[in-house]
């Protein structure tokens, strides 16, 4: 086991940020834990705060063992523990993780700030049920309707964070025309869609706002979607966590911390949202779009 390094911390983050919520569930305190394996409570302390750049196999599957943790999610965590410590985390599908461990929804979970550009549908967070049902029929034809009504209850599920009485999550979006013309499922599913993004804008911690085809390109290059996530600040003003931007892939994801990256979306998004219409003009716009699939 060696010291952080100046590789992504997300898997390692990730690793800790699990190992601690299985530890907590069991029962157990940081000495405890730490007693049964051996090791000084700094060092699992480090461990759990994803300081430590490399943990082996044998001392995860040991805390798991501990943890009375079920076998998948060990795997996942082994998987974690595994990852390269490169400046990018590039996570393809499949590779060291279970494809049901879903790295992006546990980041999503902690984040104090989710800055939003969807160029090619509405994200999940603002998905009525019909249009994410649609969506994960055609992505999983051969799924049984139980599991697909699942996998639409567990996206539904997700939105309690914009809701949640006690710091919701602040959620700045800009979504371009095409994502809100695409048509996905029937048009009354369309119209109900677009009518629910209307609505939420109108909440203190919720912005989105819509980028016209007549924007054109405001980089001045093509930018895909991506997600920057933030996880505010803690005791002491610094940050809990290094921020990340999350760029979803076919056959992976992107997952990058290294501050210039940061900065780079963070500086496109601005100039996108400079060229997408207002919060008000977006929402008329909305329902006006919605008047049109009826």
Request: charged letters at 25%; hydrophobic letters at 40%; one cysteine or more.
């Amino acid at each position: 086991m060696s010291g952080s390094s100046a590789g992504s911390t997300v898997p390692r983050r990730q690793l800790g940020r699990h190992l601690r919520e299985l530890r907590t569930g069991a029962g157990y305190t940081i000495a405890t834990a730490a007693d049964l394996l051996q090791w000084s409570p700094s060092m699992l302390q480090r461990v759990e705060k994803g300081h430590v750049d490399k943990v082996r196999d044998v001392d995860v599957r040991e805390l798991c063992r501990i943890y009375d943790a079920e076998p998948e999610l060990v795997e996942a965590l082994v998987g974690l523990a595994r990852q390269a410590n490169t400046e990018e985390w590039w996570h393809s599908y499949g590779d060291l993780i279970p494809e049901n461990f879903d790295v992006y929804v546990g980041l999503e979970t902690v984040a104090t700030d989710l800055t939003v550009y969807q160029s090619e549908l509405v994200p999940g967070l603002l998905q009525t049920a019909d249009y994410a049902r649609a969506l994960i029929r055609t992505g999983h034809p051969s799924r049984s309707a139980a599991e697909v009504d699942r996998r639409v209850q567990m996206r539904i599920k997700r939105q309690a964070l914009l809701k949640r009485s006690v710091r919701p999550v602040q959620y700045n979006v800009v979504l371009h025309e095409a994502a809100l013309r695409r048509a996905v499922g029937s048009r009354t599913v369309m119209s109900a869609q677009l009518k629910a993004i209307a609505d939420p804008s109108t909440r203190p911690n919720i912005s989105i706002r819509m980028l016209p085809f007549a924007a054109g390109y405001p980089t001045g290059d093509q930018i895909g979607s991506f997600i920057i996530l933030d996880f505010g600040p803690g005791g002491k003003g610094n940050q809990v966590e290094p921020p990340v931007v999350y760029v979803e892939g076919f056959t992976g994801d992107l997952y990058a911390d290294k501050p210039l990256t940061v900065r780079r979306y963070r500086d496109a998004y601005q100039v996108i949202r400079g060229a997408a219409l207002d919060g008000q003009d977006s929402r008329k716009r909305f329902r006006d779009l919605a008047k049109e699939f009826v």
